[in-house]
């Protein structure tokens, strides 16, 4: 069988291959276990109804999205003001651009890193020792105007509907952190006016049908990065968050969104809210995309706990750091299944 390296997108090698490559093969401690994982059922993941964030109920959505970020570090949300048809329209995109020839995808693909709107495979190839099951276009999308320029032009609407899109994703974080905000007792805009300039990227992540997805991951368990994640999934199972040292099945909920809290926010409420592992898994009948929104602080945006959440029986458990020093070591240390947050605490004495 010719090797992996063959072809420079897993969509393009995946199609003629019946039995995964051995780059993609995880040590046996190291497999999905895809027969312990529970099923989710309904209340598995708080739904939080953010219709309620503009009535008389907002004190109790509040309640329930800080219960949520504590005890969970995600949560579902309903009537988050984005309308059907424009998620539709990301989502159509999305696969239209991963079923374009391979020629017209290669335009768009780099394995530097440092490249922020890219089409790539796995994670990090230059670091990683083994490789995920997954295909991502990357795109830088705060500020807009300085970054869809970058973006592709075939579909020909993809700048448009992604430009929409990442707008409306945008208020939608903003609001959502007001709520978080207040949630930890702190001010409205104290998220918000802490994060630098703010940063949002988001990625198309594709997983091809795997002919033996006992033995590979989409993305193995990492907690996110970054302050804030908005998860668009299509119909197709695939997320598991590790809850009570079990891997839970997210299935996904028509005109939902998951949120997920990042570890700058574990940070920022110096360690009240948890940044949560996750994983990717894939199946060997259909192809999945999800479309993560990462929300983070600009590169030289400072983080800390907040001081409004410190006093002499909560000390701070981190130091400050910018988030350009954060995320370089977590992007270097290929995903580790530990979280890069043990590295920016305080030891005491």
């Not at 994703?169 to 006016?193: M, P």
């Not at 119909?235 to 028509?254: E, F, S, Y």
């Amino acid at each position: 069988m010719a090797p992996a390296a063959a072809k420079l997108l897993l969509t393009d090698l995946a199609s003629g291959i019946d039995r995964v490559p051995d780059n993609y093969i995880r040590s046996e401690a190291d497999r999905p276990n895809l027969t312990e994982v529970e099923a989710s059922d309904a209340s598995s993941i708080p739904l939080v109804d953010l219709q309620g964030l503009s009535g008389p109920n907002r004190d109790d959505i509040i309640r329930q999205i800080g219960r949520a970020c504590q005890q969970d570090g995600f949560f579902q949300i309903k009537n988050h003001g984005i309308p059907e048809e424009k998620v539709q329209a990301i989502m159509n995109i999305a696969r239209e651009f991963f079923q374009l020839p391979e020629s017209e995808r290669l335009k768009y693909f780099s394995d530097d890193p440092t490249k922020s709107n890219r089409l790539s495979t796995s994670f990090n190839q230059k670091t990683e020792k083994v490789s995920n099951w997954r295909d991502f276009l990357s795109l830088r999308c705060y500020p807009l105007e300085e970054n869809m320029h970058e973006w592709p032009t075939n579909p020909p609407s993809f700048r448009e509907e992604v430009r929409e899109y990442c707008t409306r994703v945008r208020e939608l974080v903003l609001k959502l952190l007001g709520a978080i905000s207040e949630s930890l007792g702190l001010e409205r805009e104290y998220i918000s006016q802490n994060l630098g300039e703010h940063g949002q990227h988001m990625a198309m992540n594709y997983y091809p049908p795997c002919p033996q997805p006992e033995l590979t991951y989409g993305l193995p368990g990492h907690t996110d990065p970054n302050l804030i994640t908005i998860l668009l999934q299509d119909d197709v199972p695939g997320l598991q968050v590790l809850r009570n040292g079990k891997w839970v099945a997210v299935n996904p909920i028509p005109n939902t969104f998951i949120v997920n809290i990042g570890d700058q926010m574990q940070v920022i409420s110096n360690d009240k809210y948890k940044s949560v592992l996750h994983r990717a898994v894939v199946n060997c009948n259909t192809e999945r995309i999800s479309i993560p929104t990462f929300y983070c602080p600009s590169p030289e945006g400072l983080i800390r706990p907040a001081q409004g959440l410190i006093d002499h029986e909560h000390p701070p458990v981190y130091r400050s750091f910018t988030w350009e020093e954060y995320y370089h070591k977590f992007y270097y240390g290929v995903l580790r299944t530990e979280c890069c947050l043990d590295m920016f605490k305080i030891h005491s004495a």
